[in-house]
């Protein structure tokens, strides 16, 4: 089992910067790939930024040249440095990961409020 925590979500005015952390437990050296995801009321749930064992990473277009995501050799913790929020960046944020066998994990959720 791999355990995530998010923390660093919450209000902040549009232009302005957030970073979210996610801290990963258990058996952490099954994990090949760890990402942020996102949902805002009524949407479905989006992929916005994957990082792999290797160092690849992938954006969702909306938040290229915004966002970026980073994590520890480890895999105990990966980073998604926000700038430049925008309102239509408002949603909880998820931190998953996915392990040996394809198998999914999941955070709880951090809530981003952009204000206008």
């Known amino acids: 089992q791999v355990q995530l925590v998010e923390s660093g979500g919450g209000l902040v005015q549009a232009g302005g910067s957030l970073r979210l952390s996610c801290t990963a437990s258990?058996?952490?050296?099954?994990?090949?790939?760890m990402g942020w995801y996102r949902q805002a009321p009524g949407k479905q749930r989006e992929l916005v930024a994957r990082i792999t064992k290797g160092g690849s990473t992938n954006y969702a277009d909306s938040v290229k040249g915004r966002f970026t995501i980073s994590r520890e050799n480890a895999w105990n913790a990966v980073y998604l440095q926000m700038n430049s929020l925008k309102p239509e960046d408002a949603a909880v944020y998820y931190c998953?990961?996915?392990?040996?066998?394809?198998?999914?994990?999941w955070g709880q959720g951090t809530q981003v409020t952009v204000s206008s």
């Open positions: 998953n990961a996915v392990a040996w066998g394809n198998k999914d994990y």
């Open positions: 258990g058996i952490i050296f099954s994990i090949n790939s």
